[in-house]
């Protein structure tokens, strides 16, 4: 009968320490289990709040280009300040689709998140109110800008076209002015020639006594001159006579320091009057 109680007794202690260890089991099983939850939670909340932190300081940006933008905007016909404007709209344009993109994904998260918290929720909400309102300032002013630029393009198109017309006056002017001076030049032209007796007959000037008796002289032998700015002309010899007719008391002849006969013409415009040729003899 003793030998039967220890026995007994032996297999209840035995079954009590067993449901001890499943016991055991199952409350460590259970504190694993909200662990997890926490920390789940926790992660959720560190994800919300990370693309919150990102939503938040993309707005930020946003608006400094924005600012960038709308002080260049003040000189948009420079050149420099319309490079400024298209990058940064540029950068405006990527930052505010992903922003809307990051916004549209946190309020998946958050309506799937454990994590229920009307704060949060409060955030999200002020945070896309935030987006959208920064996104109609953006579109007003693109719509300022393109406004603007369409006004450039138009008197850009003006000033084209004016310059086109001044470009064609100059031209016109300078044809007009080339001819002025062409006309002028031939008003004040004259030819003038020294040479033998022999030289003059050999080209047509001199034919039997006589000067310049038809038109199939040289002519190419003859020097154009200005008779506003020549009123010498230096024979290079010590015998001179004028051959064509010119009034006598519009010139003179006078010798040099080497005894060679220089013609003075004292009255230019009495010395052409009757001919614009003039033709010299010398020795």
Known sequence: MKKLFLIVACCMAMAACQNTNQSDNSMQSQIDSL?????????????????????????????????R?????????????????RDNMEFISEAMR?????????????NASRFKNDKMKSLVEAL????????????????????????????????????????????????????????DSE??????????????????????????????FNKEYFTQIDIRETQNIKTYSKSARILTTHPSDSYMLSKDGNDNFDLHILNPEKFWSVSKFLVMQVK
């Open 69 to 85: 933008v709308t002080v260049a905007d003040g000189n948009i016909e420079s050149a420099s300040s319309r490079e400024i404007i």
């Open 187 to 216: 008003l004040h032209a004259a030819w003038f020639v020294y040479g033998t007796k022999r030289e003059l007959k050999e080209q047509g000037i001199l034919n039997d006594g006589e000067v310049l008796r038809n038109g199939n």
């Open 35 to 67: 662990q997890t939850i926490v920390e789940g939670k926790d992660a959720e909340l560190n994800e919300l709040v990370e693309m919150v932190t990102e939503v938040q300081e993309g707005v930020r940006r946003i608006a400094e280009a924005e600012g």
């Open 98 to 110: 992903q922003n809307r993109e990051l916004v549209s994904q946190l309020k998946e998260k958050l």
């Open 128 to 183: 896309q109110s935030q987006v959208e309102e920064q996104t109609l300032r953006i579109q007003n002013l693109q719509a300022t800008i393109a406004e603007k630029d369409s006004t450039i393009l138009a008197q850009t198109g003006t000033i084209d076209t004016l310059a086109q017309n001044v470009a064609q006056l100059k031209e016109v002017n300078a044809e007009q002015t080339e001819k002025v001076n062409q006309q």
